[in-house]
C-alpha cells in the first residue's frame, strides 16, 4: 500500500523553520540549505515544495499572519466576549500577548519586514489592517459607542486604523523587550477608553 503524505503537514514543517531560523539570526540567515537542515529534510524536498526561496519566506509570513488572526480570533472566543466593547478589547489585546506563541509571530514579521521594502506582496501582507478587518473594526466602534449612550461619529474607521496601527507598535514593543505585555496592555486600555468616552 503507498504510503500518504501529508503535503501541508511537510510544508507547515518548512515555514516553521523558517520562523525558527529567522527569530533567531534575522531573515538573512534563511536559506534553503538551512531550512533544510533545521525542518530535518532533505534540499530536494525543500525545492519540491518551494521553487525559490522568494516563494518560502512569502509563503511563512503568510502563514504568519494568518496564526495571528488566528490567536485574535481565539483570544475573543477565550474571552467569551458578548458586548461591543468587550469584543473590541479584546481583538486588539490579542496583539500584545505575553505568551510565547504571539511574540515569535511578531519577531518573525519584523525580521522580515526589511524584505517588504523592495517586495511590495510582502509589504501588502505586512500591512497594519486590512479594509474588511477595519471595517469590522469600525463596526465594533460604532455599535459600543450606541452601547455608552453616543451616537456614531463619522471616525470610526480612521479610528479603526489607529486602533490597529498602535496595537501593532504596541505589540512591536513586547516582542522585542521594550515593553512587558502589561505596560503595552495600559496604554492600549487608556486609548480604548478615550475612543469611548461620550461627547
Not at 65 to 82: C, G, K, L, S, Y
Not at 115 to 125: G, I, K, L
Request: glycine share 8%; net charge negative.
Amino acid at each position: 500500500m503507498p504510503k500518504i503524505v501529508d503535503h501541508e503537514q511537510r510544508r507547515r514543517r518548512l515555514v516553521e523553520a523558517v520562523w525558527a531560523l529567522a527569530v533567531r539570526g534575522g531573515i538573512e540567515q534563511v536559506t534553503l540549505r538551512k531550512v533544510a537542515e533545521e525542518a530535518g529534510v532533505s534540499m530536494g524536498q525543500v525545492q519540491h515544495y518551494y521553487t525559490s526561496m522568494q516563494a518560502l519566506v512569502r509563503d511563512a509570513l503568510e502563514r504568519a499572519v494568518q496564526a495571528v488572526n488566528a490567536n485574535i480570533e481565539h483570544a475573543v472566543a477565550a474571552a467569551d466576549a458578548t458586548s461591543p466593547e468587550a469584543v473590541l478589547r479584546a481583538c486588539l489585546h490579542a496583539l500584545i500577548g505575553p505568551d510565547e506563541e504571539s511574540t515569535r509571530l511578531m519577531r518573525f514579521s519584523l525580521a522580515v519586514a526589511g524584505r517588504a521594502v523592495s517586495d511590495p506582496t510582502m509589504a501588502r501582507v505586512l500591512a497594519p489592517g486590512d479594509d474588511e478587518l477595519l471595517s469590522f473594526t469600525a463596526g465594533l466602534i460604532t455599535a459600543a459607542r450606541q452601547e455608552r449612550g453616543d451616537e456614531p461619529r463619522g471616525d470610526e474607521r480612521t479610528e479603526a486604523d489607529i486602533c490597529w496601527s498602535l496595537a501593532t507598535g504596541l505589540g512591536v514593543d513586547v516582542a522585542l523587550g521594550y515593553r512587558s505585555s502589561d505596560a503595552a496592555g495600559n496604554v492600549l486600555g487608556h486609548h480604548i477608553d478615550r475612543l469611548l468616552e461620550s461627547r
